[in-house]
């Protein structure tokens, strides 16, 4: 399969699953736009692909725990690219620790809510 001019935003994609998901995409003639925390991760992550990708490839530092990072990741990818047809959720977000009897639905939905109302 092709993905000639598509787009994707990939989130947690400087290591592991997400960085070769990018490597995947940009082989497939998508544009692909990564991300991460930590700006050298970034950095290297482009400087491995850029020099075959040119500029298919974005990347910017966002921390996705964080709303106003998150927003500013999608628009410099729409700036970028024009949009955002594909996005992967790869960098996990773990809500409720503890043994199991302290699990609720109710409590995983207030928290899945008051993270959500923050965005
Ligand atoms: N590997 C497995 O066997 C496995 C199995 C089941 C599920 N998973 C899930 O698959 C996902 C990827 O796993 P992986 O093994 O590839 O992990 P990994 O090698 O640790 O990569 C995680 C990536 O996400 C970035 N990241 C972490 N927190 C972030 C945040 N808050 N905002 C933005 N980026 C963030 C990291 O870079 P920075 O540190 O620079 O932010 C890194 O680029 C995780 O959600 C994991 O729970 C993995």
Redesign the pocket.
């Known amino acids: 399969m092709k993905l000639i001019n598509e787009t994707a935003l990939i989130?947690?994609?400087?290591?592991?699953?997400?960085?070769?998901l990018a490597e995947i995409f940009l082989k497939k003639g998508c544009k692909v736009a990564i991300?991460?925390?930590?700006e050298?991760?970034?950095n290297k992550?482009l400087s491995d692909f850029k020099k075959e990708f040119g500029d298919c490839i974005i990347g910017h530092v966002?921390?996705?725990?964080?709303p106003f990072?998150l927003k500013n990741i999608v628009k410099k990818t729409v700036d970028a690219f024009g949009s955002i047809r594909i996005l992967i959720a790869?960098?996990?977000?773990s809500l409720s620790y503890g043994p199991f009897h302290y699990l609720s639905p109710e409590k995983a939905y207030d928290e899945t809510k008051t993270t959500i109302e923050k965005i």
């Open positions: 989130i947690g994609s400087t290591s592991g699953i997400g960085k070769k991300c991460s925390r930590n050298k991760n970034v992550t966002c921390d996705v725990t964080d990072s790869n960098a996990g977000i």
